[in-house]
């Protein structure tokens, strides 16, 4: 195998690779619909795995982002009931 390369100002680049073996002959339009619909149904199932992960990432991180926020505003909450009573305590409230 050999690799064909090129050098300018702006740096290098592959512009070909010779790989010893004839062409098997030339793609016709009938291996190009087939060929795309290779890619089509690739690209469907990448899609259907993108949907899976998405679906678990959402299942997994969403409970814990949601109790992480529950969390919070319980301790929000206690702070807010301790400052009341701090401030009911030393006689400036109600």
Same mark, same amino acid.
């Given at each position: 195998?050999?690799?064909?390369?090129?050098?300018?100002?702006?740096?290098?680049?592959?512009?070909?690779?010779?790989?010893?073996?004839?062409?098997?002959?030339?793609?016709?339009?009938?291996?190009?619909?087939?060929?795309?619909?290779?890619?089509?149904?690739?690209?469907?199932?990448?899609?259907?795995?993108?949907?899976?992960?998405?679906?678990?990432?959402?299942? #997994?991180?969403?409970?814990?982002?949601?109790?992480?926020?529950?969390?919070?505003?319980?301790?929000? #909450?206690?702070?807010?009931?301790?400052?009341?009573?701090?401030?009911?305590?030393?006689?400036?409230?109600?």
């Amino acid at each position: 195998m050999e690799v064909i390369v090129a050098q300018t100002e702006q740096g290098r680049g592959v512009l070909g690779v010779i790989d010893g073996s004839s062409p098997k002959g030339v793609e016709t339009t009938a291996d190009a619909g087939v060929a795309a619909r290779l890619l089509a149904q690739n690209r469907i199932q990448e899609v259907r795995v993108l949907a899976a992960l998405l679906l678990i990432a959402f299942v #997994l991180v969403a409970p814990a982002a949601a109790q992480n926020r529950f969390e919070q505003l319980d301790r929000d #909450l206690n702070h807010a009931a301790d400052r009341t009573a701090d401030f009911r305590s030393a006689g400036r409230g109600g």
